[in-house]
């Protein structure tokens, strides 16, 4: 056999799953006896013993991936389904782990040095705030708020969403389209923000700085900005918020001021959270594959514990518009 073997190399050899390659390896229940000779004897007639996997048998694994959140939210909850998914039926379990400093600046690095060798074989973080954490294990990441850098990352592809929610409006006749910003620190976030100004500048239309406002994806921040925004005369008449949850904040505040959505006023947000089209008034918006994200993460995570290399370091999977109930021709309703 040529080339470097992999645990696909022993699984076949053995006749046997990838899973209870693992499982074998590690020493975990669950395999009779004579599977796990069978396949502690392909490893080692193919010469597995420095493989990652394979010195596990003197590493003492853990069997736990460990998917570090900043927060538990909407969008983090969709994530941690999606690796669970690809989790399923594999010889690995879950720690979803959230610091009580995730908000603060490197938190990743704190979380890893806790975990990472004793507790978890390799982590997963969500939209850390940096990617230069140092650890032996093998880490992925989601969205992190620098964008792409020396770990594989996986993120939605945050322009072209952008870009296609703001032609949305504009394609409905709107002119005076409001814009309602996430984090400044975040690059997907600054992404959103230049898919909105592209479209603007694609369309002709002059941006306002009059109709931007900045939410930071936090409910009050996004409240104060939506009741600016929507105080006057020349109030737009659309808004595309960064995330669905600065969305529904706006329309909540549109409400309140007795703007009637979309008669008065069209809201298009961005992620598809489930309470997106739960709402009395459905939301239309960018739909990002959230549980993607996370199985995508996971299945690189697979990858790099079996010790084989990755066809791809960074990916970008693609958005999509949902046309809901929010959004119509200005002054028109499309119920």
Avoid at 145 to 167: C, I, N
Avoid at 201 to 222: F, H, K, Q, S
Avoid at 303 to 318: D, F, K, M, R, Y
Avoid at 320 to 333: H, I, Q, W, Y
Wanted: aromatic share 4%; with cysteine; proline share 5%.
């Amino acid at each position: 056999m040529s080339g470097r073997t992999t645990i696909h190399d022993v699984a076949k050899a053995a006749g046997v799953s990838v899973s209870t390659v693992s499982k074998a390896v590690n020493g975990r229940y669950g395999i009779a006896d004579a599977t796990v000779r069978r396949v502690l004897d392909s490893v080692r007639e193919l010469g597995y013993e420095s493989s990652l996997v394979a010195s596990s048998m003197r590493a003492r694994r853990t069997g736990v991936i460990g998917v570090l959140l900043a927060d538990f939210e909407p969008f983090s909850a969709e994530i941690l389904k999606g690796v669970g998914s690809a989790a399923h039926g594999t010889a690995f379990d879950l720690l979803a782990y959230s610091s009580r400093q995730g908000a603060s600046e490197g938190w990743e690095r704190r979380s890893l040095s806790r975990l990472s060798g004793t507790l978890i074989d390799a982590a997963i973080m969500v939209t850390p705030t940096v990617v230069s954490a140092s650890t032996e294990i093998p880490v992925v990441a989601i969205d992190p708020h620098t964008g792409r850098a020396g770990l594989p990352t996986v993120e939605s592809d945050s322009f072209g969403g952008a870009l296609a929610a703001t032609r949305h409006l504009i394609e409905l006749g709107h002119r005076r389209i409001g814009f309602l910003a996430g984090r400044p620190d975040l690059r997907s976030a600054g992404l959103r923000d230049a898919g909105y100004r592209r479209a603007l500048g694609d369309a002709g239309i002059p941006v306002d700085p009059a109709l931007i406002g900045i939410g930071r994806y936090d409910l009050e921040t996004t409240r104060e900005s939506a009741r600016v925004l929507l105080a006057g005369d020349s109030r737009p008449t659309a808004v595309f918020a960064a995330n669905d949850l600065s969305a529904i904040a706006v329309i909540d505040v549109a409400q309140e001021l007795g703007l009637r959505v979309p008669d008065d006023l069209s809201v298009i947000g961005f992620d598809d959270v489930p309470e997106a089209s739960r709402r009395a008034v459905p939301l239309t918006t960018i739909r990002q594959p959230m549980n993607r994200l996370g199985a995508v993460a996971a299945e690189m995570v697979f990858t790099l514990l079996s010790g084989a290399p990755l066809e791809q370091l960074h990916v970008i999977l693609p958005t999509r518009l949902v046309v809901r109930a929010t959004t119509s021709c200005p002054g028109v309703s499309p119920r």
